[in-house]
T-cell receptor, first 111, second 120 residues
Framework: LAKTTQPISMDSYEGQEVNITCSHN???????ITWYQQFPSQGPRFIIQ???TKVTNEVASLFIPADRKSSTLSLPRVSLSDTAVYYCLVGDNTGRRALTFGSGTRLQVQP | GAVVSQHPSRVICKSGTSVKIECRSL??????MFWYRQFPKQSLMLMATSNEGSKATYEQGVEKDKFLINHASLTLSTLTVTSAHPEDSSFYIC????????????????FGQGTRLTVV
């Protein structure tokens, strides 16, 4: 399984755009990139998933360069409620294999 | 979206007793479910893979006789922590993914809300 590396923590202020980059140098051809958000004492929650280029949904954008060795989660105009741990995961996402969680990025949004 | 429900969300038990945690996929069938454990300030660690109708597969270092897993149906997996000790106190999380259908290539994993186990 491809290993991921992301910053341990980040700080931001309300209303700012936050970009969290994840490295996954040995990503496989059939691997997808998925980001999850976790609040304290809750299970992870799906944010966004992509394979290449750019994906956007109502909460975030995911940028994936052509070599797919990294990806960037972009959160527009964060609020205090976006304070959480964000995990970047790489896998085939068939549902038959467990996800391997790295250390995640602890985002702290200040007022 | 799909929902995975875990019960109970919080449990306190005495040392030596057993605790059962349920994981249900509410609106989809899951032949495979996964159980994770998370200690404070740490990431999720996979404990075992629960397979409907067959034995669970445990990760290295996880005692199968201590963490009993039963996947009795396509919507229910249970984790029983037997003879619990204080060091078993942790946050236990399950996940499941809907079956792929047709030309679908990928799916997302849905997680339960977690169970906070405290052994006193």
């Amino acid at each position: 399984l491809a290993k991921t590396t992301q910053p341990i923590s980040m700080d931001s202020y309300e209303g700012q755009e936050v970009n969290i980059t994840c490295s996954h140098n040995n990503i496989a051809t059939n691997d997808y990139i998925t980001w999850y958000q976790q609040f304290p004492s809750q299970g992870p929650r799906f944010i966004i998933q992509g394979y290449k280029t750019k994906v956007t949904n109502e909460v975030a954008s995911l940028f994936i360069p052509a070599d797919r060795k990294s990806s960037t989660l972009s959160l527009p105009r964060v609020s205090l409620s976006d304070t959480a741990v964000y995990y970047c995961l790489v896998g085939d996402n068939t549902g038959r294999r467990a996800l391997t969680f790295g250390s995640g990025t602890r985002l702290q949004v200040q007022p | 979206g799909a929902v995975v429900s875990q019960h109970p969300s919080r449990v306190i038990c005495k040392s030596g007793t057993s605790v059962k945690i349920e994981c249900r996929s509410l609106d989809f069938q899951a032949t495979t479910m996964f159980w994770y454990r998370q200690f404070p300030k740490q990431s999720l660690m996979l404990m075992a893979t629960s397979n409907e109708g067959s034995k669970a597969t445990y990760e290295q270092g996880v005692e199968k006789d201590k963490f009993l897993i039963n996947h009795a149906s396509l919507t229910l997996s249970t984790l029983t922590v037997t003879s619990a000790h204080p060091e078993d106190s942790s946050f236990y999380i399950c996940s499941a993914s809907p079956r792929l259908r047709g030309r679908q290539l990928n799916t997302e994993a849905f997680f339960g809300q977690g169970t906070r186990l405290t052994v006193v």
